[in-house]
């Protein structure tokens, strides 16, 4: 009763707010206003607010904040929204709201890149995150007293620093491509080794110099050009002035920066139902998705946290048309989930409607195209981790190499790096980047700087779900390099399928299933570079974190070694320099060894599930 006699105060509230904020328009069947709420340090935080018309029912709070702008300049702006990402949730009748982050566009304040929540400040975007919630359920009319969080990207990460110190009405959180540790392995660096590409495309769409364009849309020969990270600060590009990038390329380490910035620093638990939304060629937030469900699975004693993992891009769980190419993924992946997972799931925790239940982890199995429940992820049980050794004739064999001092090389020129995707490479979050992990990675397969094993055609389906693990026995001619280890499921020759009528030619298709890069100074310690002893046998360890597939019959299983993937990780110079102070006399090629002998046996290990017609060893039963 008392929430009744709030609601009707809160008329004269939402009659205040119409008259002295500015009214955006209508929006699919809602109306939209906007307003300033003020934080407790008194700064304000431009807020719009979609409320349904025709409704008499109290409902919940849909709440996103963004570094990105709420555009109000765009009056079609909320009408695409609504009718694109939130469509199916605006379908079921929500109160939306949608925050300009502090520092950022009509919002007051300083804006700071992932605000480190250990800064002395005694507000921080966790803070910020409780103070908007609160104003919310107090002064927006016909609130049912719950608010679900919900985004994508930076948008997740600010979600999720609600879960740090949730209010009371917090009653669902929708984690999606969630950024935990931007040196580790998400947006700006992997296990050492620096994105350029997407570094660089951030750090000037945060200085919003959007007119920047790579001639010819060429981003790879462009990069090539300028040689070194120095020569990007020259006065033609950033000219020293962009302390996004000047900040990337100055911790070179994993230091304070990092570690200030690393989500799973602080978010030890939650309280609040979590559902974690992870996508296979997420190729910028996998890792921190991964991590931030591990992160709260530690201390879910209330089962409140929950993994879903489908093929989908950074992303790509809002596209409705699942736009992979030549890939077959039985059907619109993103569909089932917007309207089979995330709406019934909101439903059930904010209006209390419906019996919906949700395994641990929702996982889809690509090859298999088909949903699967398990009880943890990765999985326990079922799960027999199988060795697949690189062998003398690029063979990937279960069986461990029997003869001595075997290996295979390859030159790695700075000149000449391998490029992560086919043709013109464009600038990252241009046209074109956005699904190149589903390209044919086959077409890399004729450089001689690229090393491939493969192995039989399998005479039986191969299941693997969860984590992978590439032990890697190396040596190189320089103080430093990168070795980059690829996962592939090889089709088999003349092989043809057909999607929605349309036929495409899939012959010895290369489809790609997991992957990393590992900077071989930080394979001891991020925090603590150590030169490669040249022209010696080192083993490395390179997780590819997980994966649910299932290999078909007639199909390989492949990987790919090389030591450049351009202009994804910039160029390392092959020694043991600090790289932002390397001039282009200090690239210099260099010979790699991979081993496969039986003193230093390489190998990929996979996640193998066992089935009633398995035992997992995969030799014919």
């Known amino acids: 009763m008392a929430l009744k006699q709030d609601m009707r105060i809160n008329l004269l509230i939402l009659t205040f707010l119409l008259t002295s904020s500015k009214i955006l ?3 699919t069947g809602y109306k939209t206003i906007d307003t300033l709420i003020t934080m407790r340090d008194g700064i304000q935080l431009y807020t719009e607010i979609y409320i349904p018309e025709n409704t008499t029912e109290d409902l919940p709070i849909i709440f996103t904040r963004t570094p990105y702008g709420v555009r109000t300049t765009n009056t079609n702006y909320g009408d695409y929204r609504l009718n694109g990402a939130y469509k199916t949730l605006a379908k079921e009748k929500y109160i939306f709201a949608f925050q300009d982050m502090r520092g950022k566009y009509k919002s007051e304040g300083e804006y700071s890149l992932l605000r480190p929540i250990n800064n ?3 507000t921080n975007e966790s803070t910020d995150a409780f103070d908007t919630i609160d104003w919310l359920i107090k002064n927006i009319p016909n609130n049912n007293g719950n608010v679900g969080m919900t985004g994508n990207s930076y948008n997740s990460w600010l979600a999720a620093m609600a879960l740090i110190n949730p ?8 984690l999606q491509g969630t950024p935990s540790d931007l040196y580790k392995g998400d947006d700006f660096y992997h296990n050492g080794a620096f994105r350029l590409s997407p570094s660089f495309g951030y750090a000037v769409v945060e200085k919003e110099q959007n007119g920047f364009k790579f001639p010819n849309n060429d981003a790879y020969n462009w990069f090539l050009k300028k040689g070194t990270l ?3 600060n020259d006065k033609e590009t950033l000219n020293n002035k962009n302390q996004y990038w000047n900040d990337f390329i100055s911790h070179l380490d994993y230091d304070e920066f990092w570690e200030d910035r690393t989500l799973t620093n602080f978010l030890k638990n939650t309280t609040v139902p979590t559902l974690n939304v992870v996508g296979w060629w997420d190729d910028q937030d996998f890792y921190g998705s991964l991590k931030v469900y591990e992160q709260l699975e530690k201390h879910d004693s209330l089962n409140l946290n929950k993994l879903v993992a489908g093929p989908w891009y950074h992303a790509g769980w809002e596209d409705p048309d699942d736009y992979y190419k030549k890939i077959d993924l039985g059907g619109s992946v993103s569909t089932y989930y917007l309207e089979e997972i995330q709406a019934p799931w909101f439903k059930y925790h904010l209006k209390n409607e ?10 889809y199995k690509t090859g298999k195209n088909q949903w699967e429940d398990f009880t943890s992820w990765p999985p326990k049980e079922n799960l027999k981790p199988t060795k697949w050794y690189l062998k003398k004739d690029f063979r990937l064999s279960l069986d461990k190499p029997t003869v001595s001092d075997s290996y295979s090389s390859y030159i790695s020129d700075p000149k000449s790096p391998v490029p992560y995707m086919e043709g013109t490479v464009p600038g990252f979050w241009q046209g074109g980047s956005l699904g190149w992990k589903a390209d044919d990675q086959s077409v890399f397969i004729n450089r001689e700087d690229v090393l491939t094993w493969v192995s039989a055609p399998l005479e039986e389906n191969v299941e693997i779900s969860g984590n992978i693990q590439m032990r890697l026995f190396a040596a190189t001619s320089g103080t430093d390099c990168d070795w980059i280890v690829k996962l592939i499921d090889v089709f088999p020759t003349d092989y043809n399928q057909e999607i929605e009528n349309t036929k495409y030619d899939m012959d010895n298709f290369q489809m790609l299933l997991a992957d990393e890069v590992l900077r ?11 030169p490669v002893p040249s022209n010696q046998i080192v083993e490395y360890k390179i997780d590819l974190l997980s994966k649910s597939h299932s290999f078909k019959k007639g199909h390989r ?31 210099k090629v260099a ?9 230093n046996s390489s190998y990929i290990e996979l996640p193998i599930i066992k089935t009633p017609h398995n035992n997992g060893s995969y030799e014919k039963p």
Do not use: C
Not at 167 to 174: Q, S
Not at 354 to 363: R, V
Not at 591 to 599: A, L, N, P, R, V
């Open 230 to 232: 120095r020569n990007i």
């Open 591 to 599: 010979t790699q060894k991979i081993y496969h002998s039986k003193e």
């Open 557 to 587: 299983i492949m990987i790919h070694i090389q030591s450049s993937w351009f202009p994804l990780i910039d160029m390392n110079p092959q020694q043991f320099i600090e790289i932002n102070k390397a001039t282009q006399r200090d690239y």
């Open 120 to 122: 002395g400040a005694k």
């Open 25 to 27: 328009g209508q929006i």
């Open 520 to 530: 071989a100074k930080f394979r001891n310690n991020l925090r603590e570079p150590e």
């Open 354 to 363: 419906g019996n919906f239940t949700l395994p641990e982890a929702k996982i």
């Open 167 to 174: 209010h009371h009405a917090l009653a669902a959180v929708n």
